[in-house]
């Protein structure tokens, strides 16, 4: 081979072994560490989200997903069969029904030129959502993978370990998340909710046991400011984007999907841990908050007909409540 054609195989086996060796410059020390490392598992992760597509879409429960037009329709059949019967059946004592009162007071409302109905119109924003198809895939992925997985977990968790030494720990890991806080209520120009985030991380630090107490809220009345990146691009105008509900991460938006990985080179635990130890902490936390509130996600998916709308709008609501406080 001559040394051209070397060369050329050189350059060629670089490029594909460093394709972001442009990038490490601008990029922290640890992050070639943390490349190599997290190589396989992207790729792990990557290929189960395309196998759970497949997965989910076998075992996805039909008759809960596309029934709803048919409740929807059976509800309205139901209601006008009680109208009709409320029509034909006279009140106690030969008086009229409750319904014809009704009746009669609306059309008197209607005669006057008022919408009897008006009261009863309520619009509920809603987030757009054009992946509709793969999100409910992925919604039956991370059902399964709760009632099957992380909800016995959390059970058998939860004999072990006293619920105050849960919320200790659930203390711990929201103490040290401070500086995603912090930044975000800067960039916000949130600065009396930056002083609290400091406040709060300094007592608990000290007086509350490295976080585990939260002595800032019992004794200084200095609640948790629930601040992240996915408000600062809000803040900004950067809309919400679509709604996309990821395997093993659950629902969110394009905006708040990107303030969650920019939240990942601030955490402090990025830089502290490797990245399965990393991984292996993350699981811990997930698995204790769970243990703290079995059966919120069962009763919304009992009373929803459809729990992945349902799952879906309590979400963008609870969203848009944290951006406009």
């Not at 099957?148 to 105050?164: I, M, R």
């Not at 500086?179 to 630090?205: H, M, T, Y």
Request: aromatic share 16%; charged share 20%.
């Amino acid at each position: 081979m001559s040394e051209k054609d070397l060369s050329h195989s050189l350059c060629r086996q670089n490029d594909t072994l460093y394709p972001f060796a442009s990038l490490r410059l601008c990029l922290p020390r640890s992050f070639g560490k943390w490349y190599w490392g997290a190589k396989p598992a992207c790729f792990l992760f990557f290929l189960i989200c395309w196998l759970s597509v497949f997965a989910s879409l076998c075992f996805a429960e039909k008759e809960q997903i596309w029934r709803v037009h048919d409740e929807v329709e059976a509800h309205e059949l139901d209601r006008m069969v009680y109208a009709e019967r409320q029509r034909t059946e006279p009140g106690p004592a030969g008086r009229p029904s409750n319904l014809k009162m009704a009746q009669a007071k609306d059309t008197q409302k209607t005669a006057e030129g008022s919408d009897p109905w008006e009261d009863e119109i309520v619009e509920i924003d809603s987030i757009y959502d054009p992946l509709e198809p793969m999100n409910r895939a992925f919604f039956q992925f991370n059902d399964k993978l709760y009632f099957w997985v992380l909800k016995p977990v959390a059970t058998g968790y939860s004999a072990v370990v006293p619920e105050f030494g849960r919320v200790c720990i659930r203390n711990f890991f929201s103490n040290l998340v401070m500086p995603i806080r912090a930044i975000s209520c800067l960039l916000q120009g949130k600065f009396e909710a930056l002083g609290i985030v400091l406040v709060r991380f300094v007592v608990n630090s000290s007086a509350g046991f490295l976080g585990f107490q939260d002595v800032a809220k019992q004794a200084l009345n200095f609640p948790i400011q629930d601040e992240d990146l996915g408000q600062v691009f809000a803040f900004y105008g950067i809309g919400p984007g679509f709604y996309l509900d990821l395997p093993f991460l659950g629902p969110y938006s394009i905006r708040d999907a990107v303030g969650w990985g920019g939240g990942l080179f601030i955490n402090p635990f990025d830089y502290m841990v490797n990245f399965w130890p990393n991984v292996g902490i993350r699981a811990y936390d997930i698995v204790n908050k769970t243990s703290l509130r079995i059966g919120d996600y069962e009763a919304m998916k009992e009373a929803a007909i459809d729990p992945y709308v349902a799952l879906r709008d309590a979400y963008y609501q609870y969203r848009l409540h944290l951006i406009e406080k």
